[in-house]
């Protein structure tokens, strides 16, 4: 079984100001194992971001079904779930602005993992330090750059012990 199957989803935008529907994926089906590294590549709007958003649950799709790890995003009650398992690392950073790095860091295992404070900021300098950024705990938001907001991002994801990353473009705002 795969990690994450894609089953005959359409997924459809309203067009504002007109009658109708943009439809961004048709019919749209792929397996994504768990090991290994799948690429999608393709122009600007043919559905990429909306395809990761849709397997995050954070889009809702018109038709089909995404299955993750058993679990189908059709079901509110797996959100938590999904998310856990697949971490998302989106094109523009969404850092929580009113915390520091290692708050940023540590909120979501604490929260969700029920995992102790001490382990989660252990965690958190271990990964501040793969991604270069070990000098940057106490920072806030506004004191780092685009790149550094980025590779704090991904830090933030792999905090989740994800059993898949879903990476949305994201080394365009790398700075190293």
């Given at each position: 079984?795969?990690?994450i199957?894609?089953?005959?989803?359409t997924?459809?935008?309203?067009?504002?100001?007109?009658?109708?529907?943009?439809?961004?994926?048709?019919?749209?089906?792929?397996?994504?194992?768990?090991?290994?590294?799948?690429?999608?590549?393709?122009?600007?709007?043919?559905?990429?971001?909306?395809?990761?958003?849709?397997?995050?649950?954070?889009?809702?799709?018109?038709?089909?079904?995404?299955?993750?790890?058993?679990?189908?995003?059709?079901?509110?009650?797996?959100?938590?779930?999904?998310?856990?398992?697949?971490?998302?690392?989106?094109?523009?950073?969404?850092?929580?602005?009113?915390?520091?790095?290692?708050?940023?860091?540590?909120?979501?295992?604490?929260?969700?993992?029920?995992?102790?404070?001490?382990?989660?900021?252990?965690?958190?300098?271990?990964?501040?330090?793969?991604?270069?950024?070990?000098?940057?705990?106490?920072?806030?938001?506004n004191?780092?750059?685009?790149?550094?907001?980025?590779?704090?991002?991904?830090?933030?994801?792999?905090?989740?012990?994800?059993?898949?990353?879903?990476?949305?473009?994201?080394?365009?705002?790398?700075?190293?």
């Open positions: 079984m795969a990690m199957e894609v089953k005959n989803v997924k459809s935008y309203p067009i504002p100001k007109q009658k109708g529907r943009l439809t961004v994926l048709k019919n749209f089906s792929v397996d994504f194992d768990q090991e290994g590294v799948t690429v999608l590549l393709g122009p600007s709007g043919t559905g990429k971001s909306t395809l990761l958003r849709c397997i995050n649950g954070l889009e809702t799709i018109d038709e089909g079904d995404i299955v993750v790890n058993g679990l189908s995003v059709r079901d509110k009650r797996n959100h938590t779930r999904i998310c856990v398992d697949c971490g998302m690392v989106f094109q523009h950073t969404t850092l929580f602005p009113q915390y520091d790095v290692l708050r940023n860091l540590t909120i979501s295992p604490i929260k969700l993992l029920h995992m102790p404070r001490k382990e989660a900021e252990e965690k958190a300098a271990y990964y501040l330090d793969k991604v270069g950024l070990s000098g940057k705990v106490h920072a806030k938001h004191e780092l750059s685009g790149g550094e907001k980025q590779r704090i991002s991904i830090a933030r994801a792999l905090m989740m012990n994800p059993k898949a990353l879903l990476l949305d473009e994201i080394t365009s705002a790398l700075d190293r």
